[in-house]
Structures are given as C-alpha cells and as structure tokens.
C-alpha cells in the first residue's frame, strides 16, 4: 500500500494549528482580516483532516499485520478522531457567530482551539511513535 496518510497528515496538522493562531491573533489586531483567514484556514484544516482520517483508516489493517501494539494505534487513531471532531465543533461554533446565532465570545474559540491544537499535537506524536519506534508503514532492511 502506498504511504498516502504520512503524506496527507501534514497539512492538517499546519492548517488547524494556523487557524488557531490567526483566530488568537485577531482579539488583537487586524481583527476581520484574521478572523476571516482563520476561518478560511479553519476550512481547509478539516478538508485536510478528513483526506488523513480516510487515509489513516485505509492504512489500519496494513500496520495492524506488521506488529505494531493495538494500544498505540488505537490511541493514535482516537485522538485523530478526536482532533477532527474538537475542530468541527470549532468551526461550527465560528459559523454561529458568524451568522450572529450567538453572541461572540472570544474566549470559547480560543480554547476550543487550543484544545484542539493539543490534542492534535498528542496525535501527532503518536503517529510519529508508530512509525519511530515501532516501524509502521516501514520496510525492513534486507
């Protein structure tokens, strides 16, 4: 199978992290342009996010035959699915206030969004483990 989820995983990981920071950035200066290039950004995230997730699934029952512990996969795979969801939460909160549905509040998106981005990061640092430390999606030397 070829390595497309190493491949797609990346630009989730800038996108979220970006969005979070442009929407932190906007309770400070030049609030409309980056609340709108979070949102943009915020958008292309989660496209990003659903390629890896897809791709994360399709690579499941390879990794799972070549001896990685269910445990750290399982974990890996939870916070992926956790990430995605933290963020569409987000997004659909920044279209509530975006359609002024409900009050803006500042501080909900900035920790949804850095819960977010941890959670992500804890993700992150799995899936590397998978690959680092247990060889996962990595050939043997002959």
Do not use: N
């Amino acid at each position: 199978m070829h390595p497309i989820h190493p491949m797609l995983v990346h630009f989730p990981i800038a996108l979220l992290s970006v969005a979070v920071f442009l929407d932190v950035l906007a309770q400070r200066w030049r609030r409309d342009e980056c609340r709108i290039a979070s949102l943009y950004t915020l958008v292309l995230g989660l496209a990003g996010a659903v390629a890896a997730v897809a791709s994360g699934a399709l690579a499941e029952e390879a990794v799972e035959h070549s001896g990685v512990p269910k445990q750290v996969l399982e974990l890996h795979e939870s916070l992926g699915f956790a990430t995605f969801w933290i963020f569409l939460g987000l997004l659909g909160w920044c279209a509530a206030v975006w359609f002024e549905w409900v009050q803006e509040r500042p501080v909900v998106s900035g920790v949804l969004g850095l819960i977010g981005v941890a959670v992500l990061l804890v993700a992150s640092y799995f899936g590397g483990s998978l690959v680092y430390e247990y060889g996962a999606g990595v050939m043997a030397s002959r």
